[in-house]
């Protein structure tokens, strides 16, 4: 009979995946196994607290549904998500650094010509966008696919309106870059705003005083063949959110500055009589 005790018994669990076909999950779960443990060790983990950590990942679940992935707010909250985008985008300096994913995207947004007004009604000061997207060398990337979305003034997203639907898409769009390696479009200035704090991540950001916060962002997917598939954000520069992002996504090359212009010529040729502000952002993408 073994005579296992809670020093002894790691070794044995780790012991039972020997017969594994498959040598990455026996990786990965082993290491996840060594790691739980040394984790109740070192803490000297009750078993109070074991089954209200239990509880809390079951509430995690069940808050999950197929609008809501409260396990992936768990991870963004934790900076797994971004350690993880990190770790396996890592690229020659100068690339555009990737960030966070995100919560918001929605396959199938309308494919829009360049200078199309992407706000669709929603609340906020007009903004144009001009992005470009460059190789390491400099050189314009044409024909590549940008898929870009981000909040209104408020904070919100389209998606987060009940009973919403593609037709009622509100600042998201995809364009392709055109000879010069550019996209164009107007929206309006996207603001900060928390994440979802209804549900058991927000009660673990209430319990460690954590602001729930994002800095205001645009969020931009770049892909085109050959080239690593770019998800990242061109943040606010100024917003008062940027070094205590919630989610751990903020980078120094990723900031932006949205300028603004009190009246007068916008960059596509039309004159406003309001204030308006704009953004000019280079993306350099990396070889795949």
């Known amino acids: 009979m073994i005579d296992l005790n809670e020093h002894t018994i790691t070794a044995e669990v780790v012991r039972r995946w020997d017969g594994c076909a498959d040598p ?3 990786e990965l779960m082993t290491a996840l196994i060594r790691h739980l443990h040394d ?3 070192e803490t000297k983990l009750t078993e109070a607290e074991w089954m209200a950590g239990i509880k809390f990942l079951t509430a995690v679940g069940q808050k999950c549904d197929d609008l809501r992935q409260e396990f992936i707010l768990l991870s963004d909250t934790l900076g797994l998500s971004q350690l993880v985008v990190a770790r396996n985008h890592s690229r020659p300096p100068g690339a555009t650094e990737q960030t966070v994913f995100g919560p918001f995207w929605v396959a199938g947004a309308p494919r829009l010509p360049h200078g199309a007004d992407i706000a669709n009604g929603a609340t906020g000061e007009p903004c144009h966008f001009s992005l470009t ?6 050189r314009p990337v044409p024909e590549a696919v940008a898929d870009v979305w981000h909040a209104d003034s ?6 987060q309106a009940p009973d919403w639907t593609m037709d009622q898409a509100k600042m998201r769009a995809v364009f392709e870059t055109d000879a010069a390696g550019t996209v164009r479009f107007w929206s309006v200035v996207p603001a900060s705003y928390p994440v979802p704090t209804d549900g058991p991540v927000g009660d673990m950001l209430r319990a ?8 205001g962002h645009l969020h931009v997917m770049v892909q085109k063949p050959g080239y690593d598939t770019l998800i990242t954000h061109v943040f606010v520069n100024g917003d008062r959110y940027l070094d205590s992002d919630a989610v751990f996504g903020v980078r120094k090359s990723c900031i932006g500055d949205y300028v603004r212009h009190e009246t007068g010529r916008a960059p596509d040729g039309r004159t406003l009589d309001r ?14």
Do not use: I
């Open 24 to 26: 990455r999950f026996r």
């Open 154 to 159: 408020a904070g919100g997203y389209d998606v």
């Open 275 to 288: 204030p308006f502000y704009t953004l000019d952002a280079t993306l350099t993408l990396a070889r795949a």
């Open 39 to 41: 984790f109740a060790r």
């Open 133 to 138: 997207v460059n190789d390491l060398d400099g």
């Open 208 to 215: 460690s005083n954590r602001p729930p916060m994002r800095p």
